[in-house]
């Protein structure tokens, strides 16, 4: 099973602050879940911001360990517990 929790514009567009995947939902890399979350969830943001853009913009903690998006193909979700979806917060 692996968590997923949303944090700012990501919770925003998504609609919850977290979800669960269990075990035979869970795509092989991280790039593949954000592919899927983003393809499942098209619903835009006040700012008119789709979570596949936002997904774009994150930065990700998978288990604690910081992943960009650009890296995230190479992410093996196999035993990761929890993925973090950290948009750019205020300045940064």
């Known amino acids: 099973m692996v968590e997923i929790r949303y944090f700012a514009a990501a919770r ?5 602050a ?3 995947l269990d075990g035979a939902a869970v795509p092989a890399t991280l790039a593949e879940l954000l592919d899927i979350l983003g393809a499942m969830h098209t619903g835009a943001t006040a700012g008119g911001m789709t979570l596949g ?9 998978v ?3 910081t992943v960009t998006r650009d890296a995230a193909a190479s992410v ?6 929890r993925v973090d979806v950290l948009p750019p917060f205020a300045g940064g």
């Open 53 to 61: 853009q936002i997904f774009d913009r994150c930065s990700f903690l």
């Open 12 to 16: 925003a567009a998504r609609g919850v």
């Open 63 to 65: 288990d604690g360990r």
């Open 18 to 20: 977290r979800e669960e």
């Open 76 to 81: 093996d979700l196999g035993r990761v517990a």
